[in-house]
């Protein structure tokens, strides 16, 4: 344990005048976990990579990223990490390759090596098509998978990843995804933020919320999920449509907090343990001379505990 942290920040904060973006955040990075860092628009995401990445000053707090301190070694820093802005950021009058070259080229890569990791992630970031290119035809998933692909050109301990996957198609956005999840298996520390909370469950080991420049949880997103969001329901279709004589049956079994049916037709009872839910209404439905169309259990998702999270407890819903 005599490793540090890959990234430590004890009580970051970042105002612009009246606006505080980042409002006291404290937490830790571990070396080679992927840490998602979700918040709602506005949230201060943003703000705090750019403090992490040494472009903004904090207004006061401390941090370490990977052991170097964030107001002393700026450089020692740089010189170890790789960032994605969220912003768009490319050479205009470049091709994919010669941008993808010349990038190694700052980073004093070999020429082999270039050539070597040029053709890697032209070929995982499916860039073939257009690596003759000049980035200013590309289209904008195309552009941002070159901007991320870039930061693969170079070596790095730890990479900041602000929304990669925005713009980019399902095929290529899985395949950005689990070459994310490779390069952390080879040692590399990932810090990533994005709104699409599937992904997020995907590769992130641990989840921050964001919320109001605040943190609100830190957890696994199995936790998290477990956590806030809330109860599973198992749903079901009727062949007969409805019978509300097999409803007030089941209504009476102890593991069902409620049970609805919607327009479509479909019932749902909501259950702490649906799968003890299930063999309950297969029972009672052949009790009642009914058949079951369809049935399965809707699982809570990451969204679900996600905006639970930052709805600050307000009810958006009837119920
Ligand atoms: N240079 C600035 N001057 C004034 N306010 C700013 C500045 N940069 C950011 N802000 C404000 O700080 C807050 C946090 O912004 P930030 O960009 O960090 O949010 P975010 O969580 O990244 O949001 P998004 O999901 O939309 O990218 C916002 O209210 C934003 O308007
Ligand atoms: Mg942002």
Redesign the pocket.
């Known amino acids: 344990m005599t490793e540090p942290h890959a990234i430590e920040v004890e009580d970051l904060r970042?105002r612009?005048?009246e606006?505080?973006?980042?409002d006291g955040i404290t937490f830790e990075t571990r070396r080679g976990e992927v840490f998602g860092f979700l918040?709602?628009?506005?949230?201060?995401?943003?703000?705090?990579?750019?403090m992490l990445t040494t472009l903004?000053q904090p207004t006061s707090g401390k941090a370490t990223i990977l052991g170097h301190d964030l107001r002393t070694e700026g450089k020692k820093i740089r010189q170890r990490i790789g960032v994605v802005q969220?912003q768009d950021s490319f050479d205009q009058g470049l091709s994919t390759e010669t941008s993808l070259d010349i990038y190694g080229l700052i980073w004093d890569v070999p020429k082999a090596e270039r050539k070597r990791r040029i053709e890697e992630v032209i070929q995982r970031f499916e860039m073939e098509e257009f690596r003759k290119r000049m980035s200013l035809d590309l289209s904008t998933g195309q552009r941002r998978r070159l901007q991320v692909a870039r930061e693969f050109i170079h070596d790095m301990d730890l990479l900041f990843l602000?929304?990669p996957t925005v713009g980019l198609d399902a095929i290529v956005r899985r395949n950005v995804l689990d070459f994310l999840k490779e390069k952390v298996k080879g040692g590399l520390t990932i810090f990533f933020?994005t709104?699409i909370l599937d992904e997020a469950e995907y590769l992130c080991d641990r989840i921050a919320v964001?919320n109001h420049?605040k943190i609100v949880q830190i957890d696994t997103p199995q936790n998290l999920k477990r956590r806030f969001g809330g109860t599973k329901a198992v749903e079901f279709k009727l062949l007969q449509g409805r019978s509300d004589a097999f409803v007030t049956k089941l209504g009476g079994f102890a593991e069902i907090a409620k049970i609805s049916q919607d327009e479509s037709g479909t019932y749902r009872a909501t259950a702490t343990r649906p799968e003890l839910v299930i063999p309950e209404i297969y029972r009672l439905a052949e009790m009642f001379g009914l058949t079951i169309s369809s049935i399965y259990i809707a699982e809570t998702t990451l969204e679900d505990a996600f905006i639970s999270m930052v709805t600050d407890g307000k009810d958006g819903g009837s119920g």
Do not use: R
């Open positions: 970042k612009f005048g606006k505080v973006a980042v918040g709602p628009n506005g949230a201060g995401k943003s703000t705090t990579i750019k903004l969220q602000d929304e933020t709104h964001i420049g």
